[in-house]
């Protein structure tokens, strides 16, 4: 599976916009993008996943890039409750393929 | 949604002795459960695949024969640390992905927190 390289942290104002930026240059084209967070003490949960074109649900928006070596999440209005700390990996999909997660963003959302 | 629960959520226990933690799948049915172990301030660590009916595939390092894995059934998995130690202390996480499901989307449970004293 493709590497993944996201910065360590990141701050965001209450109702602003988070965009968190994920490079992963080696990617291959059967390769997805996914994003996952963990708040404290919590396991992690799914937010959203995409191969090459922009997906929206009910929290985040993800853009990749055209060459697909890039990706930014968006959650287009950040609480206070999305403070944590967010994976991207991008992975094969299909039965036994198994989820490492990097180091993260950790996103800090103050008042 | 799919939930993922653990049990317990949290336990103390000395030193040498074994602790076993569950895993279930609560309105899916998963044939493939992940472990993760978590040591404070670092990423999740996957430890093992475990798969329904069939023997557990270990991560390089992960010792099997003191981390127990069993498989059950399609929504349980259980994890075993034998003779644990202050070592092993750690946040010990389970995911399950859903049989049913088109994507590799993977469920998390909250989480088990093991203090060995």
């Known amino acids: 599976d493709a590497k993944t390289t996201q910065p360590p942290s990141m701050d965001c104002a209450e109702g602003r916009a988070a965009n968190l930026p994920c490079n992963h240059s080696?990617?291959?084209?059967?390769?997805?993008v996914y994003w996952y967070r963990q708040i404290h003490s919590q396991g992690p949960q799914y937010i959203i996943h995409?191969?090459?074109n922009n997906e929206t649900n009910e929290m985040a928006s993800l853009i990749i890039t055209e060459d697909r070596k890039s990706s930014t999440l968006i959650l287009p209005h950040a609480t206070l409750r999305d403070t944590a700390v967010y994976y991207c990996?991008?992975?094969?999909?299909?039965?036994?393929?198994?989820?490492?997660f990097g180091t993260g963003t950790q996103l800090k959302v103050e008042l | 949604g799919a939930v993922v629960s653990q049990h317990p959520s949290w336990v103390i226990c000395k030193s040498g002795t074994s602790v076993k933690i569950e895993c279930r799948s609560l309105?899916?049915?998963?044939?493939?459960m992940f472990w993760y172990r978590q040591f404070p301030k670092q990423s999740l660590m996957l430890m093992a695949t475990?798969?329904?009916?069939?023997?557990?595939?270990?991560e390089q390092g992960v010792e099997k024969d003191k981390f127990l894995i069993n498989h059950a059934s399609l929504t349980l998995s259980t994890l075993t640390v034998t003779s644990a130690h202050p070592e092993d202390s750690s946040f010990y996480i389970c995911?399950?992905?859903?049989?049913?499901?088109?994507?590799?989307?993977?469920?998390f449970g909250p989480g088990t927190r093991l203090t060995v004293l």
């Open positions: 995911s399950a992905r859903d049989l049913a499901g088109v994507s590799n989307e993977q469920f």
């Open positions: 080696t990617i291959s084209g059967n390769e997805y």
């Open positions: 995409g191969l090459k």
């Open positions: 990996i991008v992975l094969l999909t299909g039965g036994g393929n198994k989820l490492t």
């Open positions: 309105d899916f049915q998963a044939t493939t």
């Open positions: 475990s798969n329904e009916g069939s023997k557990a595939t270990y």
